[in-house]
Nanobody
Framework: QVQLVESGGGSVQAGGSLRLSCAAVGYTYSPFCMGWFRQAPGKEREGVATLSTDSFTTRYADSVKGRFTIAQDNVKNTVYLQMNSLKPEDTATYYC???????????????????????WGQGTQVTVSS
């Protein structure tokens, strides 16, 4: 059973950058997909970026396209989210997730999240000030 350990959150001014890391440990079989989701106070959780661990296919929410990049390091079993040109509306708790469901390979980023993504990290706070 995979465990996900996140790091890299913090506070930054608008226009700044942060990189989040998610180390995956304790698994026998690699997840089909890894992803980053976020939840702001009073809002629903939303998908930010996902990656197929085999084909490296990536998907992004429209709100972060061109600013965020998801990537993986297979040697370190770590997934990263590079966040550039941060905006105050990016403020949220960011969660790393893993999926063993093949649906993650073809479904839009926010489709059937609860049934597709079965493993979650503890969350890391990102705060962007104006």
């Amino acid at each position: 059973q995979v465990q996900l350990v996140e790091s890299g959150g913090g506070s930054v001014q608008a226009g700044g950058s942060l990189r989040l890391s998610c180390a995956a440990v304790g698994y026998t079989y690699s997840p089909f997909c890894m992803g980053w989701f976020r939840q702001a106070p009073g809002k629903e959780r939303e998908g930010v970026a996902t990656l197929s661990t085999d084909s490296f296919t990536t998907r992004y929410a429209d709100s972060v396209k061109g600013r965020f990049t998801i990537a993986q390091d297979n040697v370190k079993n770590t997934v990263y989210l590079q966040m550039n040109s941060l905006k105050p509306e990016d403020t949220a708790t960011y969660y790393c997730a893993a999926s063993y469901a093949t649906a993650c390979l073809r479904s839009p980023i926010n489709t059937a999240v609860a049934t597709t993504w079965g493993y979650w990290g503890q969350g890391t706070q990102v705060t962007v000030s104006s």
